[in-house]
């Protein structure tokens, strides 16, 4: 019983972790329509900035903030000097597939080469706050959750009531009618890239702040998690990648108490899998059909 | 020849043919039929284990004490586990055919195939019993060896010979691919599904057909590997491999037999070496990460300023008579 | 199985979520005679030939050829039935060469198997691929396509890519043709061209079914017409008929 109790808190702090990273992958997909593989490796940059800002003497909140804003530097400047130029010369699906892949290797790589194969941890203890049946959950658990819920309400004031917002639904929609309405989409583009790539960063520093211990390679097999995410929601639909977030985060924990650990990722591949194969629009259906960013 | 030189020498060779044969197994799924099968490494890696499986015997010894942890293994003469290893990887491509090879839309295929790469590599290391788990298998006997009765250094040209001359059948089976009515079928598949199963072409079946055969390819480049090094674990099948061959195919020319095995002389065997030479600084695997990311930009800026790569496909056309004209041959003549 | 009829149709249903887009739909598709499909949007005349084409899931009704219940097969297999479609928009292969195009299409060349492929020698394709060759540039030539064998299909005009995507369902030695207005976007020249070309096909005994828009482009061509309106057919006979029917001439001024 404590096992369960503790994988459904440790599932649900997960999955804060992935709502934050599935939300940002999602607009992401939708105003650019492509798969940006190399989200995960983007979100450990994120996480490794905030590393060196700490490690450089800088308080815990100004270092994370650093790390936010290296997730968001490093997409905007990915979309400004790869995807979007590709997209303009007109390449098919798969080459940008290619593309994605190769830029989520330069950066992996690139960064295990500046910071080498070791393992690192913040420099946070974390104390615990409560325990729910002798499962213990500890104050950065409830901060990444805190953070989790902020950033989803933030996301959701963004795209409702916003001008912005609905700019970039527009933009999602229909980029070339948006235009002739006097939208002015490349700047909406990188804006939706801004804002995606801060909560990636966000995310990778909350992944971080839950993990025992992380190195370079962390993010090798995180983007599976992150589109299994997005998928189970329905592609381009932001709700549908929360909602999805937790079904995967839970799933991932619970199954980790029966089965080893280690089968975690494979569940979570093969949750994905099977969702392809039996609704590739997601649980939330009503929303299917790809590139509309439907809040 | 002093010793290190011919055995250096040997290595090189038996590398530059497990890549060109690995690189046009993709080639046949990629640039005729269409199939960006991120999952690619998995077939070769089924060559690996399988000629590993077939040719090490039962995981115990005749004392009963576990030698190795494996759950199956078959002593088989040569070269039925070369044989098994393609058959095998032959087969896997009905599973991974059936859960991404459906109707599924091109992003989402990818991704399920990528999935299936890791999901094999998180199998095969959470399961030691399975494939001797993170450390892989070893001792893996070389082909003949016993037989011949040969010295190391001239087994290994042997070996080097063998390994030519599976190149050579390689070569046979995608050049005359390339130069059937067969590719048409298959280009069409890539260019246009709807319009293909629209003149009688069984879309499904071909894809599933070239995806077969090149994962059969793959596994064969991935035995010649295994019995090769005689060992063979999850670190030499990550799934940043699929994009250093798929590199090597963009690189080399799409869709050109020729280009493509130049392609994988120069990247995954051309990098290695030449990273050889340089002094390895900063910490351990600092070198290895570099070279993929050269690996990566190179990809990037041919697909930017030449995506059709070195060696481009060349366009078939026929001559007066209605003979294909020959890759030599004055192109685009008008009869 | 009435040899007047090529194609049976009976009851067809095809429904997209509650939307009934063909209702009951049964009609007789007449041999070696060209037959119009016409009536204003919306009227399932698209849906209908996809229906038979096999490119719409069908809800209930049967489409008999040759005796047999076709609608659950799927397109390849009609295909070779010899039940050809075309494409609303030009649906070609991009990156083969128009020659490769309609040999693609040709059923006398071997080798197009992967068994064939690894067990034959190629002298037992190279003349087969030699006689089609033959056809296929006769054809081109007849079209004053020949010069432009050796182009890449995505490279032609838009009306030459119609043209090819036409001779290469005829090199397939068809049955029947499902044509997915033809003439739409055409230039005026091109569609005298293949109107001729249509004829030329229904006196070799080939059957023609196309969908087309407007009545009187395809007037003179046609033998006889479906008219649909709302997803139901409302009138099936000749051309002279349809024009003398009151609901039809109400149709097109509602629909």
């Not at chain 1, 979309?79 to 997209?87: I, L, R």
């Not at chain 2, 030698?67 to 290893?85: D, H, I, S």
């Not at chain 3, 928009?89 to 492929?117: C, H, W, Y």
Request: charged content about 15%; glycine content about 10%; some cysteine.
């Amino acid at each position: 019983m404590n096992l369960i109790v503790s994988a459904t808190v440790f599932g649900v702090v997960i999955a804060a972790v992935l709502a934050l990273a599935a939300v940002g992958f999602t607009l992401q997909y939708s105003v650019s329509n492509v798969f940006n593989l190399a989200f995960s490796e983007t979100m450990v940059v994120g996480g490794f900035a905030a590393l060196g800002a700490g490690q450089a003497g800088l308080p815990l909140v100004v270092a994370a903030l650093i790390g936010v804003a290296a997730g968001a530097v490093v997409s905007l400047l990915l979309n400004h000097f790869v995807y979007q130029p590709f997209a303009r010369r007109g390449v098919s699906v798969f080459q940008m597939l290619v593309i994605s892949l190769a830029v989520s290797l330069v950066l992996a790589n690139t960064l295990l080469a500046v910071v080498g194969p070791l393992s690192f941890r913040y420099d946070v203890t974390p104390t615990v706050v409560f325990t729910i049946a002798s499962a213990a959950v500890t104050n950065l658990q409830l901060i990444v959750i805190a953070l989790a819920v902020a950033a989803m309400l933030g996301m959701h004031l963004l795209l409702k009531q916003s001008k912005l917002g609905l700019a970039m639904r527009a933009a999602a929609v229909d980029g070339g009618l948006a235009q002739s309405c006097g939208i002015a989409t490349t700047k909406v583009v990188a804006i939706a890239w801004l804002i995606s790539g801060a909560l990636c960063g966000l995310a990778g520093v909350a992944l971080f702040l839950i993990s025992s211990s992380f190195s370079a390679t962390s993010g090798r097999t995180f983007i599976v998690l992150v589109i299994a995410a997005a998928v189970l929601g329905g592609i381009g639909d932001a709700y549908g990648a929360m909602l999805g977030a937790l079904v995967l985060g839970l799933t991932t924990e619970l199954t980790a108490v029966w089965l080893d650990p280690s089968f975690k990722i494979a569940v979570a591949l093969i949750v994905l899998i099977g969702v392809l194969m039996a609704r590739p629009q997601g649980i939330r259906a009503e929303f299917s059909a790809g590139r509309a960013l439907q809040a | 020849m002093s010793a290190d030189l011919s055995f250096y020498l040997v290595t090189l060779l038996v590398y530059a043919t497990v890549a060109v044969i690995g690189c046009w197994g993709l080639d046949v799924q990629y640039s005729d039929t269409g199939l960006l099968n991120l999952s690619y490494i998995v077939s070769v890696a089924v060559g690996g284990y399988v000629v590993a499986l077939l040719s090490l015997g039962p995981p115990e010894d005749e004392t009963g004490t576990v030698v190795q942890e494996y759950f199956w293994g078959a002593e088989l003469p040569f070269p039925l586990p070369f044989v098994g290893a393609v058959l095998a990887g032959m087969l896997i491509s009905l599973p991974i055919g059936l859960v991404a090879l459906r109707r599924l839309r091109s992003d989402y295929q990818a991704v399920a195939m990528l999935s299936v790469a890791l999901i094999a590599s998180a199998l095969v290391v959470a399961v030691p019993g399975l494939l001797g788990g993170g450390h892989g298998l070893y001792l893996i006997p070389a082909p003949l060896k016993e037989e011949l009765g040969l010295k190391s250094a001239e087994y290994s040209w042997f070996y080097a010979g063998f390994a030519i001359l599976l190149t050579v059948l390689a070569a046979w089976v995608v050049v005359r691919i390339s130069r059937s009515p067969l590719w048409r079928v298959l280009r069409a598949v890539r260019e246009n599904p709807e319009a293909a199963d629209a003149i009688g072409v069984n879309v499904t079946a071909v894809r599933l057909a070239a995806f077969a055969v090149g994962n059969g390819l793959g596994a064969l480049s991935g035995a010649v590997l295994a019995s090769f090094i005689g060992t063979y674990a999850p670190a030499d099948w990550s799934y940043q491999e699929t994009l250093i061959l798929m590199g090597a195919v963009i690189v080399g020319g799409a869709g050109n037999r020729f280009g493509v095995m130049m392609g994988a002389l120069l990247l995954p065997v051309g990098l290695a070496e030449a990273t050889r030479y340089l002094p390895q600084f900063g910490a351990p695997g600092t070198v290895d990460a570099l070279q993929f990311v050269v690996v990566g930009l190179v990809i990037i800026g041919f697909l930017w300023l030449r995506p059709q790569g070195v060696f481009p496909e060349r366009k078939r056309t026929f001559d007066v008579d209605g003979r294909p004209v020959p890759f030599w041959g004055k192109q685009g003549a008008t009869p | 199985m009435n040899d007047e009829h090529i194609l049976t149709i009976e009851g067809l249903t095809v429904a997209y979520g509650k939307n009934m887009v063909l209702e009951n739909v049964s009609l007789h598709v007449p041999r070696a005679k060209i037959t119009a499909v016409v009536g204003p949007n919306g009227a399932g005349k698209s849906t209908l030939l996809h229906a038979l084409a096999g490119t719409a899931s069908v809800e209930s009704g049967r489409v008999l050829h040759r005796g047999q219940d076709i609608a659950t097969l799927a397109p390849y297999q009609r295909s070779r039935r010899g039940i050809m479609r075309t494409f609303q928009m030009p649906a070609d292969f991009g990156r083969l060469t128009v020659l490769e195009n309609l040999l693609l299409a040709d059923r006398k060349i071997g080798g197009s198997g992967f068994v064939q492929v690894f067990t034959r020698p190629r002298r037992s394709w190279l003349p087969g691929q030699r006689a089609a060759i033959e056809r296929a540039r006769t054809l081109l030539a007849e079209f004053g396509l020949d010069a432009k064998e050796n182009d890449y299909a995505g490279d032609l005009s838009g009306g030459q890519r119609r043209i090819l995507e036409l001779l290469r369902a005829v090199t397939t030695e068809p049955e029947l043709l499902l044509l997915d207005e033809p003439f739409a976007g055409v230039h005026a020249s091109i569609i005298e061209r293949i109107s001729d070309f249509l004829v030329a096909l229904r006196e070799r005994g080939i059957s023609i079914l196309m969908v087309a828009h407007e009545l009187d482009a395809v007037e003179r061509l046609t033998d006889a017409v479906v008219v649909m309106a709302r997803g139901q057919v409302l009138f099936e006979g000749s051309m002279a008929a349809a024009r003398r029917q009151q609901e039809v001439v109400d149709a097109y001024v509602a629909g």
